[in-house]
């Protein structure tokens, strides 16, 4: 008989423990030999971060805010992966997964800086030329508000115009050109309202109507000049000048200053506008009768003077006690080069002099806001005509 083989046991405790070392050298040391249980090279993202605060800088998180929290959240879950993976024991480690999160969450925040970059060019461009236009537009509304007087609203409107354009050029230096863009488009359309009331204001001196009354008090008093010999003034205030004739021939132009609300035909007391119509001298003052060294007295107001203060009256437009106002002149003291008197005419006391030493109680004075020709009111309105079209 075979001799049974002493401790049985033994031997089989040995071959487990054998099989235990090759299991745990194929778990721990197979991939140990390739590295396989070693992180990422990028294993907390930085990569992913960089371009993260590089779409930061480019205003991604405003301009973009949905892509930027959607990259965000891929950076999170990547680094979640990743640490569950690092914290895993020795040999179990599976870093597939987190690197192709970490990867997505790479290219995520890659496009997201692209596209913001890409869109801050974009608009920095339009954001600068808004803002060039914003300013141009502006000038050109103070320049017709100047020459229309401006109204409370008209000034309001400038204002919020002024205010639109430094916040755009504040938002353009801070290089948060979205904003610059708003906030000049806005100046523009403030400034462009503006601009619009002004050119309403305006318009009476290119209304066809109008041209046509006011030819004819020219006319009128060219006319009478002409069959009398005699002297006749013609008031021009779109030009600031007054034409005096003599004989129906005109002999002398000179600059004069207007009421500070030039722009509109008079209405009542108070409202500083030099009336237009068909006027006479009704009484020549001398030295020391006032004191515009020399004045010549018109008879405003005439009867269409008190039927459009009346008509005016009965749409509600003046209270019950508003006058009418009265003692238009021609008179001295001018020649300041701005508008200032409350609705008279005034040359300098030279030209005065020879206005005063031509005229007699009788003599016709048209006043008329255009002679029909491009004079700088007409002028305008044509050039913003050009442009609107």
């Known amino acids: 008989m075979r001799k049974q083989p002493k401790h049985p046991k033994t031997r089989v405790v040995l071959l487990l423990l054998l099989v235990s070392a090759v299991l745990a050298a194929s778990v721990f040391l197979v991939p140990l030999a390739d590295g396989g249980q070693e992180p990422p090279a990028d294993a907390t993202g930085k990569a992913a971060q960089n371009f993260m605060r590089a779409a930061q800088k480019q205003r991604a998180e405003v301009v973009f805010p949905r892509d930027y929290a959607s990259a965000e959240d891929d950076l999170k879950r990547a680094r979640f992966e990743m640490n569950l993976q690092l914290s895993a024991l020795w040999g179990t480690r599976d870093?597939?997964?987190?690197?192709?999160?970490?990867?997505?969450?790479?290219?995520?925040?890659?496009?997201?800086?692209?596209?913001?970059?890409?869109?801050?060019?974009?608009?920095?461009?339009?954001?600068?030329?808004?803002?060039?236009?914003?300013?141009?537009?502006?000038?050109?509304?103070?320049?017709?508000?100047?020459?229309?007087?401006?109204?409370?609203?008209?000034?309001?409107?400038?204002?919020?115009?002024?205010?639109?354009?430094?916040?755009?050029?504040?938002?353009?230096?801070?290089?948060?050109?979205?904003?610059?863009?708003?906030?000049?488009?806005?100046?523009?359309?403030?400034?462009?309202?503006?601009?619009?009331?002004?050119?309403?204001?305006?318009?009476?001196?290119?209304?066809?109507?109008?041209?046509?009354?006011?030819?004819?008090?020219?006319?009128?008093?060219?006319?009478?000049?002409?069959?009398?010999?005699?002297?006749?003034?013609?008031?021009?205030?779109?030009?600031?000048?007054?034409?005096?004739?003599?004989?129906?021939?005109?002999?002398?132009?000179?600059?004069?200053?207007?009421?500070?609300?030039?722009?509109?035909?008079?209405?009542?007391?108070?409202?500083?506008?030099?009336?237009?119509?068909?006027?006479?001298?009704?009484?020549?003052?001398?030295?020391?009768?006032?004191?515009?060294?020399?004045?010549?007295?018109?008879?405003y107001p005439n009867s269409e003077d008190r039927h459009r203060f009346s008509q005016a009256k009965e749409r509600g437009e003046l209270t019950r006690r508003t006058s009418i106002g009265g003692l238009i002149e021609i008179h001295g003291d001018g020649g300041r080069g701005y508008d200032w008197t409350d609705g008279c005419v005034s040359p300098s006391d030279e030209d005065m002099k020879l206005l005063y030493n031509m005229a007699t109680v009788g003599t016709p004075v048209a006043i008329v806001g255009s002679d029909g020709t491009e004079g700088p009111v007409r002028s305008m309105l044509r050039e913003q005509g050009d442009r609107l079209l």
């Open 95 to 299: 870093f597939a997964r987190p690197t192709r999160l970490m990867d997505q969450a790479q290219a995520s925040a890659f496009d997201l800086f692209w596209d913001a970059a890409e869109h801050q060019r974009e608009t920095r461009a339009m954001a600068e030329q808004a803002i060039a236009d914003a300013a141009g537009s502006l000038a050109e509304s103070h320049r017709v508000a100047k020459m229309s007087l401006p109204e409370a609203y008209i000034h309001a409107k400038l204002a919020a115009a002024e205010q639109k354009l430094h916040e755009a050029r504040s938002c353009q230096a801070d290089c948060r050109y979205d904003e610059a863009l708003e906030a000049a488009l806005r100046s523009r359309k403030e400034s462009s309202v503006a601009s619009s009331r002004s050119r309403q204001i305006l318009a009476r001196f290119d209304d066809p109507h109008s041209l046509n009354q006011w030819q004819t008090w020219v006319t009128q008093a060219i006319a009478y000049s002409k069959r009398t010999g005699g002297a006749a003034f013609v008031v021009i205030k779109e030009r600031h000048r007054l034409d005096a004739y003599r004989g129906g021939r005109l002999v002398r132009s000179v600059p004069v200053d207007l009421g500070a609300n030039f722009v509109s035909q008079k209405v009542h007391a108070g409202d500083r506008a030099t009336p237009e119509g068909f006027y006479h001298i009704t009484q020549k003052k001398g030295y020391g009768s006032t004191k515009y060294n020399l004045a010549l007295l018109l008879d």
